[in-house]
Structures are given as structure tokens and as C-alpha cells.
């Protein structure tokens, strides 16, 4: 384990809108406030044929392939993630999210794109004087977070 101290810096409260798309919205909003760090909170709706990363197809192939499902029909969502800024400079949104729709449930990651049904709501909690960034692994493609 490694890890970083820091301190709460600014908390933003956004509200998007229908068909704003996750993680694009967030990470732009990340950039457009200089935010470098931070801690992310959804709640919302997620439209039908969202595309939920649900784990790898096979875990001993590297780089792993991603197992991809598309979400049918409009889901209840609920997610937290990490924003940090890659070796480029932007800000990646690393976020896990659960949708619900009747009876049924699927969670997964929402790299691939989860488009926003009428409501969303985000809490950006920013995290200021840390050593945290993204960097890929060669062997994965995975940009994991490094700590300094």
C-alpha cells in the first residue's frame, strides 16, 4: 500500500442534465475548475444502452479485455470514483456506479460511457496537497492511481 495526505479543498455540486454523458462531463468540469484531485459522488438516471464496463472477459489474458453490457431500459444509478490527473495533465474520472431497474442490478465501471436520463446529480469533493496521479501500466492499459 502506498498513500497520500492532503486536505478538503472546494466542494462542488453539479446538476446535469438529460443525455450529458459520463465520465466526459465530469472529467471537462475537473479541467474547466483545475481540479486535480477530488472524490465523486452520482446520483441519477442512466439511459437504456449505456455501456457499463461489468469486469474482464477473461482475467489471465493481459491486457485484459473489457466484458462490456449495455443497460436495457432506464436505470436507477449510484456511483463514487476518483478523479486524478493523468501523465498528460487531465483529469480522469475512475468511477464505479450500480444500476437498478426493477428487480435487477448490474455495477460496473462507467469508462465507456453512461449517458444521464433526466436527473443527475455529483458531489466533487476536491482533495488539495496530495501526490496523486494517473499513470497507465504497460502491461494492464489500466492508468492506475499513483501516490507519491
Not at 64 to 81: K, N, Q, R, Y
Amino acid at each position: 500500500m502506498q498513500f497520500t495526505e492532503g486536505k478538503l479543498g472546494r466542494a462542488f455540486v453539479l446538476r446535469l442534465h438529460d443525455g450529458d454523458r459520463l465520465p466526459d462531463v465530469i472529467e471537462e468540469f475537473a479541467a474547466e475548475k483545475n481540479v486535480s484531485t477530488a472524490l465523486c459522488f452520482f446520483l441519477g438516471g442512466a439511459k437504456e444502452n449505456s455501456r457499463v464496463v461489468v469486469g474482464p472477459k477473461d482475467c489471465y489474458n493481459l491486457p485484459p479485455e473489457p466484458m462490456v453490457t449495455l443497460l436495457e431500459g432506464v436505470h436507477e444509478a449510484c456511483g463514487v470514483g476518483t478523479i486524478a490527473k493523468d501523465e498528460t495533465g487531465k483529469p480522469k474520472l475512475h468511477m464505479h456506479t450500480s444500476f437498478g431497474r426493477s428487480e435487477s442490478t448490474v455495477t460496473g465501471c462507467i469508462r465507456m460511457g453512461v449517458e444521464v436520463w433526466q436527473i443527475g446529480e455529483v458531489v466533487v469533493l476536491e482533495l488539495t496537497g496530495t501526490a496523486a496521479y494517473r499513470a497507465k501500466d504497460k502491461d494492464t492499459g489500466f492508468e492506475f492511481l499513483e501516490v507519491q
